[in-house]
T-cell receptor, first 115, second 108 residues
Framework: SQTIHQWPATLVQPVGSPLSLECTVE??????LYWYRQAAGRGLQLLFY??????ISSEVPQNLSASRPQDRQFILSSKKLLLSDSGFYLC??????????????FGSGTRLTVV | LAKTTQPISMDSYEGQEVNITCSHN???????ITWYQQFPSQGPRFIIQ???TKVTNEVASLFIPADRKSSTLSLPRVSLSDTAVYYC?????????FGTGTRLQVFP
């Protein structure tokens, strides 16, 4: 069965520090991978998605970046965190079979607080 | 991507049936309708997906009229643990855009 791992669960970082969040998927190949962010009490905002190794689409211009060094690994990074980067970060995956998207399973999330 | 409109919030009591309707007037021919449930500090969880007519699983039913311009998620006999945010998504592409969802509060 497919599983998605996301870590760390919680993170407190000072303003201006770097960030690296990692997400890995097991049990499927060539998945689409996604990073979402949810501010407190708000909806989910799509940040990045990737349809393959090295292929990254950015949805929201900001000081975050994403990379996909391996088929089932997706990394969210920042060189210098801002207070506004605080939020709940979620990784997700989906696969397309016979013209239809399946999966869209989310990880357990990372609660990031920038202080 | 089809734009969706759903109520911001709904209240119910334990044991009642809850119906949450989502409008998606510009749904495309190859779009599927998918509903997710999200509890606080957790990622959304898939509930049900359909294309037309009615779909039922162990958790919910999804009713889709012939014109597919709306859909209704039906939760039978809700309990306190069904208190959550419910999202309606319409599409069949590489990415899914979530709306604000419907916050369902179930009271004892």
């Amino acid at each position: 069965s497919q599983t998605i791992h996301q870590w760390p669960a919680t993170l407190v970082q000072p303003v201006g520090s770097p960030l690296s969040l990692e997400c890995t998927v097991e049990g499927t190949s060539n998945p689409n991978l996604y990073w979402y962010r949810q501010a407190a009490g708000r909806g989910l905002q799509l940040l990045f998605y990737s349809v393959g190794i090295g292929q990254i689409s950015s949805e929201v211009p900001q000081n975050l970046s994403a990379s996909r060094p391996q088929d089932r690994q997706f990394i969210l990074s920042s060189k210098k965190l801002l207070l506004s980067d605080s939020g709940f970060y979620l990784c997700a995956w989906s696969v397309r079979r016979r013209g239809r998207y399946y999966g869209y399973t989310f990880g357990s999330g990372t609660r990031l607080t920038v202080v | 991507l089809a734009k969706t409109t759903q109520p911001i919030s709904m209240d119910s009591y334990e044991g009642q049936e809850v119906n949450i309707t989502c409008s998606h007037n510009n749904i495309a021919t190859n779009d599927y309708i998918t509903w997710y449930q999200q509890f606080p500090s957790q990622g959304p969880r898939f509930i049900i997906q359909g294309y037309k007519t009615k779909v039922t699983n162990e958790v919910a039913s999804l009713f889709i009229p012939a014109d597919r311009k709306s859909s209704t998620l039906s939760l039978p006999r809700v309990s306190l643990s069904d208190t959550a945010v419910y999202y309606c998504l319409v599409g069949n592409t590489d990415k899914l855009i979530f709306g604000t969802g419907t916050r369902l509060q179930v009271f004892p």
